[in-house]
């Protein structure tokens, strides 16, 4: 039948910015998904200990009032969260972030910053995986189709009802979806196990990374690095300093279309 049309997790965080090391979670969702039919969710919302700027704010909606009033402390939140997805993970059930690297990093950056067990050591030392990532996928099996690759963009390409972007629920379950979708219309992908389609999309995201770093210099920036760690990337920065990550507010760093 093929992995989407099985169990999936959508997983999404709304935040307070876009610099994974730096951002905190603000909203999260889990969603499961069996072939397009939400069977369950969960919701958090959390106060960030920092002030959400007005930004953000503008993106997804909670204010800092809200968050104060009615949000967990931060460390909860982000510690349901890791025990969630990773007790999906030991069940072998992929989770499905778009744009993982980011939703990912961050949240393995504010277990590190609440001094909580990374993903990684509830995992027992394996990676967190198996990870689907459509953002990857489809700048891989359709990379010069122009236009934007956020998740609207991208879910208006394949069909999917994106409720109401930047909501952390809606968001997660139209990524749950969109690979659905993408698998569906591309059989190659769908004919992949999980576990193999999860060290594709390492190989797919190291190569664009290192494509797109060449272009950034030819266009005039020597120094641009962008980092192809796909999907968690260490919450510590580098000497060199941060690295491009992805995602931008509003929705995620949009590039040229012969180099998505």
């Not at 809200?66 to 069940?91: C, F, H, M, N, T």
């Not at 995201?205 to 990337?233: H, M, N």
Request: hydrophobic share 45%; charged share 25%; proline share 7%.
């Amino acid at each position: 039948m093929g992995w989407h049309r099985e169990l999936l997790i959508g997983f999404d965080l709304e935040t307070t910015g876009t610099d994974p090391r730096e951002a905190r979670i603000v909203t999260g969702a889990v969603v499961e998904v069996r072939d397009g039919l939400v069977l369950g969710h969960r919701q958090w919302l959390a106060d960030p200990g920092v002030p959400i700027p007005a930004e953000a704010v503008a993106v997804h909606g909670v204010s800092n009032e809200r968050a104060a009033a009615e949000g967990r402390p931060a460390d909860q939140v982000a510690d349901a969260i890791a025990d969630v997805l990773v007790s999906y993970w030991k069940s072998g059930v992929p989770v499905v972030a778009y744009n993982a690297a980011f939703d990912l990093s961050l949240l393995s950056a504010e277990l590190r910053r609440y001094g909580l067990p990374s993903l990684r050591e509830r995992l027992g030392g394996l990676d967190p995986a198996p990870v689907v990532d459509p953002y990857t996928i489809d700048r891989r099996v359709d990379r010069y189709r122009r236009g934007k690759r956020n998740l609207e963009a991208v879910c208006r390409e394949y069909g999917v009802e994106l409720a109401s972007a930047h909501d952390a629920f809606a968001d997660a379950l139209a990524a749950a979806r969109l690979a659905g979708a993408i698998a569906a219309r591309h059989p190659k992908i769908a004919s992949v196990g999980p576990a193999e389609l999860h060290r594709r999309q390492i190989e797919w995201y190291a190569e664009w990374a290192a494509d797109f770093q060449t272009f950034l210099r030819s266009k005039g920036d020597p120094t641009a690095v962008i980092d192809g760690t796909w999907p968690v990337r260490d919450p510590e920065p580098s000497a060199a300093g941060p690295a491009v990550v992805g995602r931008s507010v509003p929705g995620e760093v949009q590039i040229p279309a012969d180099r998505a």
